[in-house]
């Protein structure tokens, strides 16, 4: 499965969604920090609306195994206008040859100093914080998709 992550991963670079979702499996549940929980085509959509909106991302991945990757991304922080480094280590579980589960870790406390700043230092490590911001992702989310249609 290393090469499916890995066609996952430089299609991300190339901030090409299409292909990031076609290594998904329609049932597909993914989660992390920043999103929190989603499944099947929203997932993929997630990835569809990060990529549509990247102006600057510059992405790196390594160490990939047959269910796991390190990747970090640079990107700036569109509501901020803020820098931010992000560290993320990826776990997968595979059905029919597609990636079925994915989880991503990160340091959300860290992302959320480089990001939002002072705001980000103080609330960042909260759990308030935390449902905050997937009450938010989730609403820009919904948005994207609607458009989509």
Excluded at 15 to 22: G, H, V
Excluded at 61 to 84: C, L, M, P
Aim: hydrophobic fraction near 40%.
């Amino acid at each position: 499965m290393e090469a499916l992550i890995t066609k996952f991963y430089t299609a991300f670079q190339n901030l090409d969604a299409e292909t990031m979702a076609s290594c998904y499996h329609p049932n597909v549940e993914f989660e992390d920090p920043g999103f929190g929980k989603l499944k099947g085509t929203h997932a993929s959509n997630m990835w569809r609306m990060l990529c549509r909106n990247s102006t600057d991302l510059k992405l790196t991945f390594d160490s990939i195994t047959d269910n796991s990757a390190h990747w970090e991304a640079i990107y700036t922080f569109s509501q901020t206008g803020r820098k931010v480094h992000n560290i993320i280590d990826a776990k997968f579980e595979f059905k029919d040859g597609l990636i079925s589960k994915h989880t991503d870790d990160f340091n959300l406390h860290s992302w959320a100093k480089q990001a939002l700043g002072f705001k980000g230092l103080v609330l960042g490590g909260t759990s308030f914080f935390k449902k905050k911001l997937h009450l938010q992702t989730g609403k820009l989310l919904a948005k994207f998709e609607r458009k989509m249609k």
